[in-house]
């Protein structure tokens, strides 16, 4: 049996929340490594962001994307699935969501978005 | 005399502290407003911000503002001239201040941003 995480509706996603998420660093980097994988795969789950921070932060963080309407939820068993909403984002906020991630793209090292992410080790 | 308030230098602005910055709906007003005035004229006076909150809770915000580097400050006697800086964010971070702006506009409406405002009030 899965339960869904209650995520807001598009019309629900507030721009100042929107900010205000993305404001955070760790947040910034979940949402921007999410933003390299769609290319691959659109989902990620939660074990692959274990080097940007210990379990129960990124349990806090991800509540806080999932909340504000930046990342879509889906548990499967005992497994947490992430993805971007991106299509929410981009009919609400045209252009930000890429604004952001281009933005924090040119200050990755600055950011530390990286930084020990075990993402691309995988396999 | 005038003195400058400090602003960071192009290189300081951080993308963590502008996006914390423009979470608030106030000072998203503000960066609108100045947005909205940038076609006619790049400076705004204090005092047309009036409509949006307190004088010293609007003190509060412009300096926020300034701190992030969004805005630069002019003093000229008593008066305090803001304006966007528009070329060291578009240089730092290509794309993210139009596609807020844009974002918010969007909104407009639901975020207030030109709720009793006085700008096209002048004169």
Redesign the interface.
């Given at each position: 049996m899965s339960r869904t995480p209650l995520h807001p509706t598009r019309e629900q996603i507030?721009?100042?929340?929107v900010?205000?998420c993305?404001?955070?660093?760790i947040r910034?980097a979940i949402v921007y490594q999410l933003a390299q994988q769609e290319r691959v795969s659109s989902e990620l789950c939660c074990g692959d962001f274990n080097g940007l921070a210990g379990k129960s932060n990124l349990a806090y963080h991800f509540a806080k994307l999932r909340e504000c309407g930046l990342m879509q939820t889906r548990v499967a068993g005992t497994n947490r699935f992430m993805r971007l909403r991106r299509e929410d984002l981009d009919a609400?906020?045209?252009?930000?969501l890429?604004?952001?991630i281009?933005?924090?793209s040119?200050?990755a090292e600055?950011?530390q978005l990286m930084a020990e992410c075990e993402v691309v080790e995988a396999g």
């Open positions: 507030e721009l100042p929340m900010l205000d993305l404001s955070d660093p910034l609400r906020f045209p252009g930000l890429d604004a952001v281009k933005s924090a040119k200050d600055r950011l």
